[in-house]
């Protein structure tokens, strides 16, 4: 069993920054791949960015250049530093994991970027 926790969302002004935090735990050991999700309401959850046990980086076009998926080096940590950021990037960010064939998701953690 995996457990992911998000935090650091927030409101910020257009062309601000955020830094997303994902903490896992349980049996992290198991985790190959780590990715953050979002989501708008009454829209389905969509993939913004993973990273994988090895380090392989992938990034969904709309943020490529301006956000960046990294992870500590005990694999328990999980970030997503947000820059240059625009009223489209409004949502509700999920963490997920996958542990071979589970997948696991966070409660998620909004943010909301107006003036």
């Known amino acids: 069993q995996v457990q992911v926790v998000e935090s650091g969302g927030g409101l910020v002004q257009p062309g601000g920054s955020l830094r997303l935090s994902c903490a896992a735990s349980g049996s992290i050991f198991s985790i190959d791949v780590m990715s953050w999700y979002r989501q708008t309401p009454g829209k389905q959850r969509n993939f913004v960015a993973y990273?994988?046990?090895?380090?392989?980086?992938n990034y969904t076009d709309s943020v490529k250049g301006r956000f960046t998926i990294s992870r500590n080096n005990a694999g328990n940590s999980l970030y997503l530093q947000m820059n240059s950021l625009n009223s489209e990037d409004t949502a509700t960010y999920y963490c997920?994991?996958?542990?071979?064939?589970?997948?696991?998701w966070g409660q998620g953690t909004q943010v909301t970027v107006s003036s």
């Open positions: 990273i994988t046990s090895d380090g392989r980086t």
């Open positions: 997920r994991a996958r542990s071979g064939i589970r997948i696991y």
